[in-house]
T-cell receptor, first 113, second 113 residues
Framework: DQQVKQNSPSLSVQEGRISILNCDYT??????FLWYKKYPAEGPTFLIS?????DKNEDGRFTVFLNKSAKHLSLHIVPSQPGDSAVYFC????????????FGQGTTLQVKP | DTAVSQTPKYLVTQMGNDKSIKCEQNLGHDTMYWYKQDSKKFLKIMFSYNNKELIINETVPNRFSPKSPDKAHLNLHINSLELGDSAVYFC????????????FGPGTRLTVL
C-alpha cells in the first residue's frame, strides 16, 4: 500500500507564476514531512521540510503547507523559474523513527520560459 | 568534493551474476542508507546502517547484502542477479539515525539482461 501519494505525475507552469505541488498521506503517525527535488541523472536533493506542529514553513521562494486533518501537504514555488524544472518528491516519516522515509512517486514540474 | 558518491554510475550485467555497488560519504555522518527506485519511480528504502550497525532492513531478498566497513562507507552486494533487480539504486547519509535530512548520492543504474 502506498502511504504517500502524489496524484499528479506532471505539472506545467509559466515562468514567474506559482507552482503548486500536492501530496497526500494515509498514515496518521507521520509527523515530519519533506520535499526533495531531483534532476535527471542526479540524486534527490533536500528542499524543505515541515513538522506536524506547524502548518506552514517558508524558505525563500519555497513554502510548504500542511493540513493534518486532511492528511495533505503542498509545496508552493513563487515565482517559478526554468531552473525549477525537475521531479519533486514528497516524503514522510515518524519522529524518533530510524530515519525511514516513505516517498511519493514524484511530480515532474516543467517551468516554461 | 562530492558529499555522497557512488560507483559505478552504470552497471550492465547478465542474470545470475554477482555485483557490488560502492558508496562513500565525506560528510562525517553516522548513518547511511540504500534506496531502490524501481521502474514506476518509487523510491523505497532497503537498508540503513548507523555506525556500522544495521538498523533498518526492509523486506529485501537475501541476495542483497549491505556491508559497512566503516561509517563512511556502505556497499551493496547483490548475488544471483535477476531481471527484476534492474533499477536505480541510491545511497544516502544523514547526521544521525533519526536524522530526517538525508543527502543522496547520484545513483547507480543497474540493468540486468
Amino acid at each position: 500500500d502506498q502511504q504517500v501519494k502524489q496524484n499528479s505525475p506532471s505539472l506545467s507552469v509559466q515562468e514567474g507564476r506559482i507552482s503548486i505541488l500536492n501530496c497526500d498521506y494515509t498514515n496518521s503517525m507521520f509527523d515530519y514531512f519533506l520535499w526533495y527535488k531531483k534532476y535527471p541523472a542526479e540524486g534527490p536533493t533536500f528542499l524543505i521540510s515541515i513538522s506536524s506542529i506547524k502548518d506552514k514553513n517558508e524558505d525563500g521562494r519555497f513554502t510548504v503547507f500542511l493540513n493534518k486533518s486532511a492528511k495533505h501537504l503542498s509545496l508552493h514555488i513563487v515565482p517559478s523559474q526554468p531552473g525549477d524544472s525537475a521531479v519533486y518528491f514528497c516524503a514522510a516519516t515518524r519522529s524518533g523513527n530510524t530515519g525511514k522515509l516513505i516517498f511519493g512517486q514524484g511530480t515532474t514540474l516543467q517551468v516554461k520560459p | 568534493d562530492t558529499a555522497v558518491s557512488q560507483t559505478p554510475k552504470y552497471l550492465v550485467t547478465q542474470m545470475g551474476n554477482d555485483k557490488s555497488i560502492k558508496c562513500e560519504q565525506n560528510l562525517g555522518h553516522d548513518t547511511m542508507y540504500w534506496y531502490k527506485q524501481d521502474s514506476k519511480k518509487f523510491l523505497k528504502i532497503m537498508f540503513s546502517y548507523n555506525n556500522k550497525e544495521l538498523i533498518i532492513n526492509e523486506t529485501v531478498p537475501n541476495r542483497f547484502s549491505p556491508k559497512s566497513p566503516d561509517k563512511a562507507h556502505l556497499n551493496l552486494h547483490i548475488n544471483s542477479l535477476e531481471l527484476g533487480d534492474s533499477a536505480v539504486y541510491f545511497c544516502a547519509s544523514s547526521q544521525e539515525a533519526r536524522g530526517h535530512t538525508q543527502y543522496f548520492g547520484p545513483g547507480t543504474r543497474l540493468t540486468v539482461l
